[in-house]
Antibody, heavy 117, light 112 residues
Framework: EVQILETGGGLVKPGGSLRLSCATS????????MNWVRQAPGKGLEWVAQ??????????YYAESLEGRVTISRDDSKSSVYLQVSSLRAEDTAIYYC????????WGQGVMVTVSS | DVLMTQTPVSLPVSLGGQVSISCRSS???????????LHWYLQKPGQSPQLLIY???NRFSGVPDRFSGSGSGTDFTLKISRVEPEDLGVYYC?????????FGSGTKLEIK
């Protein structure tokens, strides 16, 4: 069974940083691209970042609205993907989801990030 | 960026009825590999989104055949027949052909 679990959310002050983690199991992580998607309270879904697998040289892609403030990375030995977000703003307040591959076929339950002083 | 225009915003439906949701893209979603990466999701209240249809018309594992997807190029449709209470929520389309990946703004399916 595919399982995806995000951790690392919480309350952060504006200007602060956060590292989200996404632990996976139930599939061969090395074979898959991984994504982060976020959803602000009461709003729609916004793609944040994608990291490809070793076959694609771990290429990374970012939403333009966040580029320069986010870094996606992965550790294939831990079947995990990470999202580092810096210079956090109030508008970064959202649930952050980790999803698998280009079809976003499996999603985690999400982790809440609140940016507030 | 590819703009995904999803309509309608809200869709009242009677249980047992049939509805269609439209998703139009600002440019063709045909990838250079020949595939069209247009997918549909349902987000039930308080839950994570779940994949319904991938690559235009392929039902994901466990998705009832009441759900069907069609379309090509820039114009895509999700049809739901014999609507059941478990179908209520917000539907989103996603294109993963072009970076940045973009979602439609969502369609809320609610009981009439």
């Amino acid at each position: 069974e595919v399982q995806i679990l995000e951790t690392g959310g919480g309350l952060v002050k504006p200007g602060g940083s956060l590292r989200l983690s996404c632990a996976t199991s139930g599939f061969n992580f090395n074979d898959y691209f991984m994504n982060w998607v976020r959803q602000a309270p009461g709003k729609g879904l916004e793609w944040v970042a994608q990291i490809r697998n070793k076959n694609y040289n771990y290429a990374t892609y970012y939403a333009e609205s966040l580029e320069g403030r986010v870094t996606i990375s992965r550790d294939d030995s831990k079947s995990s993907v990470y999202l580092q977000v810096s210079s956090l703003r109030a508008e970064d307040t959202a649930i952050y989801y980790c999803t698998r591959t280009t079809t976003f076929d499996y999603w985690g339950q999400g982790v809440m990030v609140t940016v507030s002083s | 960026d590819v703009l995904m225009t999803q309509t309608p915003v809200s869709l009242p439906v009677s249980l047992g009825g049939q509805v269609s949701i439209s998703c139009r893209s600002s440019q063709s979603l045909v990838h250079s590999d020949g595939n069209t990466y247009l997918h549909w999701y349902l987000q039930k209240p308080g839950q994570s989104p779940q994949l319904l249809i991938y690559r235009v018309s392929n039902r994901f594992s466990g998705v009832p055949d009441r759900f069907s997807g069609s379309g090509s190029g820039t114009d895509f449709t999700l049809k739901i027949s014999r609507v059941e209470p478990e179908d209520l929520g917000v539907y989103y389309c996603l294109q993963s052909t072009h970076f940045p990946l973009t979602f439609g703004s969502g369609t809320k399916l609610e009981i009439k």
